[in-house]
């Protein structure tokens, strides 16, 4: 379901925006009125979506761990769309390994792209709405900032950062009429969780731990995260949203046995 119109003229920026949760969220964006900007590395994806959603979408390739191009981003949003409203900093992923085994190079590359790529992103689109004088802000997390992942150590931290970090920006930026949240969606069917899911033994033990008895769809993180950005949510700040079909009040599967 759709809200026509309510984000009309409205500037967006949605990093990771090429693929699963980031993807769902620029479409319904464009369907909701605004102009966005999707920041990825995936260049064939972007391309395809240009060509898809036309002059009020523009595909950059970006990386967010690294600060002149998340500085890019946001002057090529500003010089392409004339401001920036809303940022939706999505793009994430994980590099696996227990913590006795995890190298040095793994454990920067998720917690760099995960947390310090949130950073980075908050740090420059808040200093552009700051200048506009409001703006709302929605960084993603995960479940696993509340509960750990059986060799999921850097991503769990990561993600228990991004959600402090959100945190620290929502008390910082709240007298420039910024508002920052964090969604921390569960389970969600996309290419990040494909290796997992297309397992049926693994998809089994998480799915016997979800209330709600499914993995969500990229689709059903859409309201949440637009709900976080949209004036219904003006007092809503440095709030934590979990999506997860419950599944943070039956605990988290143990994946020990396929370690
Ligand atoms: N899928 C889940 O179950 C789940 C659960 C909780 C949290 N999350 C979080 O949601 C976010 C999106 O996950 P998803 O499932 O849609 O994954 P996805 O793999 O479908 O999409 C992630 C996107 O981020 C992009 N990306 C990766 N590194 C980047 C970089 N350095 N700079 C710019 N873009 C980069 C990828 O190219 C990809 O398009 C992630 O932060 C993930 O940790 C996902």
């Known amino acids: 379901m759709t809200n026509a119109g309510r984000f009309n003229n409205k500037i967006a920026i949605v990093t990771g925006g090429a693929s699963g949760i980031g ?22 994806s972007l391309e395809n979506m240009q060509k898809e959603l036309g002059s009020n979408f523009l595909g950059l390739e970006i990386d967010v761990t690294k600060e002149d191009q998340v500085e890019k981003l946001v002057e090529l949003t500003v010089e392409q769309f004339g401001g920036l409203n809303y940022s939706f ?17 793994d454990w920067n590359f998720t917690v760099d792209l995960c947390l310090k790529g949130v950073f980075l992103c908050i740090k420059h689109q808040a200093r552009q709405m700051k200048k506009q004088g409001a703006g709302a802000i929605v960084n993603v997390a995960s479940l696993n900032a509340h509960v750990p992942m059986y060799a999921g150590a850097a991503y769990s931290s990561a993600k228990a950062g991004v959600e402090m970090l959100t945190k620290n920006a929502a008390l910082e930026l709240a007298r420039e009429n910024i508002r920052v949240n964090a969604l921390l969606p569960g389970l969600v069917e996309s290419p990040l969780t494909a290796p997992l899911v297309e397992n049926k033994e693994i998809k089994d033990a998480y799915l016997e731990r979800i209330p709600l008895g499914r993995a969500a769809q990229p689709d059903d993180m859409t309201g949440p995260a637009l709900f976080l950005a949209s004036d219904d949510a003006a007092y809503v700040s440095g709030a934590s949203l979990l999506v997860d079909g419950a599944w943070a009040v039956s605990g988290y599967p143990d994946l020990s046995r396929w370690y």
């Open 23 to 44: 993807y769902a969220i620029v479409q319904r964006l464009i369907k909701e009125g605004a102009k966005v900007v999707a920041a990825d590395l995936n260049k064939d």
């Open 89 to 105: 900093n999505v793009a994430g992923a994980s590099r696996p390994g227990q913590i006795v085994e995890l190298s040095e190079t």
